[in-house]
């Protein structure tokens, strides 16, 4: 819930400058562009692939993110992984669920890390590469309710509906100017520091959760009043 308020307040920020252009007196400043999402200047598409891992590791399907919440995945090696676990996470990285009606995101800055050096994630994710400065815009960018509107329009199959890669050149994004970049990377940043924050503490939780539990249901353990 404080995260989902949290994220409010960036999407608000966000609307107010970059679709009101309210700062702007109602117009988009002429030395701004629009670019897609496949091909701009603030992030890149994250290819498949995931570098060789020696330690175990923690695989993330779609399945373990709802919204923006993160459940325990598998664990896995690399030699005994599944098929769809070849998607590696990067710092300043924002995923999404490419199949319809997933409105699934992992928003992976520095605050993160831990998390990033620690897992893998389905091919059933795209990812975006964003970097310190635009990571912001980019993510709440992808979490607007209109992005999702839109992915689910383009996605299309006859098994699962999703949206592939080429999809993304569908996808309008506006460019600003630096310093407009900059400002906006200065208001929001903290508000995303908080929602990692609180995403790593949740994480804890859970696996505390979920070691205790099963010791407390076999009476290895007993709660004293």
Request: proline share 4%; net charge negative; aromatic share 10%.
């Amino acid at each position: 819930m404080v995260n989902h308020h949290l994220e409010q307040i960036a999407q608000a920020f966000f609307k107010s400058w970059f679709i009101d252009f309210e700062p702007f007196d109602g117009v988009m400043p002429s030395d701004w562009k629009t670019q897609t999402l496949l091909e701009n200047d603030l992030c890149k598409v994250i290819g498949s692939g995931i570098n060789k891992f020696h330690n175990n590791k923690i695989y993330y399907a779609t399945a373990n993110i709802n919204g923006t919440a993160i459940s325990l995945g598998e664990e896995i090696k690399y030699n005994k992984r599944p098929s769809r676990a070849n998607m590696e996470p990067t710092i300043n990285s924002i995923w999404f669920a490419k199949m319809k009606n997933s409105p699934k995101h992992l928003f992976l800055n520095k605050e993160m890390n831990d998390f990033i050096n620690a897992s893998i994630l389905s091919t059933g994710f795209c990812g975006l590469q964003a970097n310190e400065k635009t990571f912001e815009y980019i993510s709440t960018y992808i979490k607007l309710p209109i992005f999702e509107e839109l992915k689910d329009n383009y996605a299309k199959g006859t098994t699962q509906e999703a949206i592939n890669l080429s999809d993304l050149e569908k996808f309008s994004l506006i460019i600003p100017t630096d310093d407009v970049l900059d400002s906006f990377h200065s208001i929001t940043k903290d508000i995303y520091s908080l929602i990692s924050q609180n995403m790593n503490e949740n994480l804890k939780l859970i696996k505390l959760r979920d070691c205790l539990l099963p010791k407390l249901m076999s009476g290895e353990l007993s709660i004293i009043d």
